[in-house]
Antibody, heavy 113, light 111 residues
Framework: EVQLVESGGGLVQPGGSLRLSCAASGFTFSSYEMNWVRQAPGKGLEWVSYITSGSTIYYADSVKGRFTISRDNAKNSLYLQMNSLRAEDTAVYYC???????WGQGTLVTVSS | QSVLTQPPSASGTPGQRVTISCSGSSSNIGSNYVYWYQQVPGTAPKLLMYRNNQRPSGVPDRFSGSKSGTSASLAISGLRSEDEADYYCAAWDDSLSGSWVFGGGTKLTVL
């Protein structure tokens, strides 16, 4: 069974940092592109970042220069390093497999003083 | 302001057919596949349609997708109460350095 499990969310002050993880199982992780998508409270889905199986990377303009996506194929894991966090980064963050056919349950990031 | 434009709401009665539109541009829908997701509030999104009109395994054939030019549509026939959810469209956008773009979402109410 394909499974994606996010972790690392929590409460952080503006300007702070947080690292999200997404543990993948049930498929050959190294062969798949992976995405981070977020959803602010009561709002729609917003794509954040995308990494190909060959580690080509794309970012949304709203996070470029502040967030870094990475992957560790040996650990079947996807990461999102988030720096210089702002109130508007408050959201549930989902990891999703390329092709969009598998999503994690999400992890909540709250940026507030 | 989302790059892809969806109506904020749609509604229908059980058994009816409803259609949700998604409007984009030549750099996204006009040149790439469209994907549709269903999200019940409080849960993760679920893939409903990929590559414009392909249904993943397990998605009922009551759901269908289409694309024409820079617009796409999701149709739900034989509407059921469990179809009440938020629906989102998405596509890859070739402009600038490339990005995925989403619609703002459509809340479907089954009356």
């Amino acid at each position: 069974e394909v499974q994606l499990v996010e972790s690392g969310g929590g409460l952080v002050q503006p300007g702070g940092s947080l690292r999200l993880s997404c543990a993948a199982s049930g498929f050959t992780f190294s062969s798949y592109e992976m995405n981070w998508v977020r959803q602010a409270p009561g709002k729609g889905l917003e794509w954040v970042s995308y990494i190909t199986s060959g580690s080509t990377i794309y970012y949304a303009d709203s996070v470029k220069g502040r967030f870094t996506i990475s992957r560790d194929n040996a650990k079947n894991s996807l990461y999102l390093q988030m720096n210089s966090l702002r109130a508007e980064d408050t959201a549930v963050y989902y990891c999703a497999r390329g092709g969009w056919d598998a999503w994690g349950q999400g992890t909540l990031v709250t940026v507030s003083s | 302001q989302s790059v892809l434009t969806q109506p904020p709401s749609a509604s229908g009665t059980p058994g009816q057919r409803v259609t949700i539109s998604c409007s984009g541009s030549s750099s996204n829908i006009g040149s790439n596949y469209v994907y549709w997701y269903q999200q019940v509030p409080g849960t993760a999104p679920k893939l409903l349609m990929y590559r414009n009109n392909q249904r993943p395994s397990g998605v009922p054939d009551r759901f269908s997708g289409s694309k024409s030019g820079t617009s796409a549509s999701l149709a739900i026939s034989g509407l059921r109460s469990e179809d009440e959810a938020d629906y989102y469209c998405a596509a890859w956008d070739d402009s600038l350095s490339g990005s995925w773009v989403f619609g703002g979402g459509t809340k479907l109410t089954v009356l």
